[in-house]
């Protein structure tokens, strides 16, 4: 197999393909947020991710403190998708020679500051030289109700958690020379991207409550994590382009409101569907949370947009591929 000709989504088929064999206690492996693992009585929830200089982060635009944060955070952000508690965690850490102290100080400050806010326990992992710095992180939780991306049936609604578009925004204004401190108008959207928040207790909540049917974190961009949403549950669906959630400070400094909240990417908010039955429920959530409807669940495959203007078209699917 060659990379340069297969996209992120033929990859992972690939590698899921070769790798489904079933196992004695593996409850869900690949193809979803995070794997889920039965230990006696108590679930287990698995999830990694790798983030490498000049791919995922440049060392210019992210401080140490909150690149440390966010290796972890963007780890909660998956298990917040299935509905878990995090627990544990495992550290990678690849840096190149000559690294200052400062910085690795400053990182394990913020990775520490995250994983305490979160309940999270570093309990080991490995460092190494490296040409550039990188970052792998397995966090390990637990949960009674997992909530999958298969869950969706047509005519379940789409709801969305937090605001989308700001993190891509806060990316150009760091490219462009902004800070954090030296515009009130520009700071949610350089934290935004920063130090994103994952809504790990509102998983946790739409699991305790058995409320979604389906979900998944909003990583790659709302159209990638739809589409993702949508064929693991065999579904279509349709977006309701004027219900998108827009925050203030986006509409300030970007007129393409809407297609950063498409595309974006790198949210990390929550994707989630709910059947008719339960609407009310979701509605009481919303007084705790920031929840958003924005779409409903459709025979087929295909996803529509429907514009502002009523119109309805097929929904462009644009985000990040790593590929």
Not at 42 to 65: G, R
Not at 182 to 191: C, F, H, S, V
Not at 256 to 271: I, P, S, T
């Amino acid at each position: 197999m060659k990379l340069k000709r297969l996209s992120e989504g033929e990859l992972i088929s690939a590698i899921r393909k070769d790798f489904s064999k079933k196992r004695p206690g593996l409850v869900l492996g690949i193809g979803d947020d995070a794997a889920v693992v039965k230990v006696g009585k108590i679930q287990l929830i698995y999830t990694k991710d790798l983030l490498i200089e000049d791919v995922h982060f440049i060392t210019s635009h992210q401080p140490a403190y909150f690149l440390g944060r966010k290796s972890l955070n963007i780890n909660l952000s998956d298990i917040a998708a299935m509905g878990g508690k995090p627990r544990y965690a495992l550290l990678g850490l690849g840096v190149p020679s000559g690294s200052e102290r400062r910085w690795l100080e400053e990182f394990f400050s913020g990775f520490q500051s995250a994983a305490q806010e979160s309940g999270v326990a570093l309990v080991g992992g490995d460092i190494s030289q490296a040409r550039k710095i990188t970052i792998s992180v397995t966090l390990i939780g637990e949960g009674e109700t997992i909530i999958k991306r298969s869950g969706a049936k047509p005519g379940h609604h789409l709801f969305v958690s937090g605001t989308l578009g700001n993190a891509k925004q806060g990316l150009l204004l760091l490219r462009k020379g902004h800070s954090l401190g030296k515009d009130k108008k520009a700071d949610p959207l350089l934290k935004a991207f920063l130090d994103p928040l994952p809504p790990l207790a509102l998983g946790q909540d739409l699991s305790r409550w058995r409320l979604a049917s389906s979900m998944i974190d909003l990583s790659d961009g709302l159209s990638v994590d739809l589409s993702h949403l949508c064929r693991e549950s065999g579904c279509g669906a349709e977006i309701y382009e004027r219900n998108l959630p827009l925050s203030p400070e986006l509409h300030i400094w970007q007129r393409k409101c809407f297609d950063f909240a498409l595309h974006g990417g790198e949210d990390y908010q929550l994707l989630f569907t709910v059947p008719t039955r339960k609407i009310k429920s979701i509605c009481r959530l919303q007084q705790k949370y920031p929840i958003t409807y924005i779409g409903l669940m459709r025979e087929g495959k295909k996803i529509h947009l429907i514009d502002r203007r009523g119109k309805r078209r097929l929904l462009e699917i644009k985000g990040y591929q790593h590929f």
